[in-house]
């Protein structure tokens, strides 16, 4: 997962990883200030911060409106390869699976099965 920082004109951009703990401590900084006006407890480390930017919440850094980080939660799960068993015999992944003239075969047999 990484760390996206929002810049003055609304865009989300990646925090370089050497950048990372600037970030984090200024957040520090602020929690004894504002965490009891948001009604929760400070944070005080910095698993405690990456775990509440986890929960797909941003937290501000600065004063700014744009003075905010959040963490990225876009990886999209990887999705089973569905495999398919051809007339060939052979079991391959569906994408790969051609048409000849004696049904369905995969790559290797299709000249063979097209005759």
């Not at 925090?15 to 970030?23: L, M, T, V």
């Not at 495999?83 to 391959?92: L, P, Q, S």
């Amino acid at each position: 997962m990484q760390l996206l920082k929002q810049y003055s004109n609304g865009t989300w951009g990646r925090i370089e990883d050497e950048r990372i703990d600037f970030y984090i401590e200024n957040i520090l900084k602020r929690e004894s200030w504002l965490a009891p006006r948001l009604k929760r407890e400070p944070m005080t480390h910095k698993e405690e911060v990456l775990n509440y930017l986890k929960t797909g919440k941003e937290l501000h850094w600065d004063d700014e409106w744009y003075a905010k980080i959040k963490m990225d939660m876009s990886e999209p799960p990887e999705r089973p390869v569905e495999m398919v068993k051809c007339d060939c015999g052979h079991t391959v992944s569906r994408c790969m699976v051609m048409s000849s003239s004696t049904g369905l075969s995969c790559p290797e047999c299709y000249d063979r099965m097209s005759m």
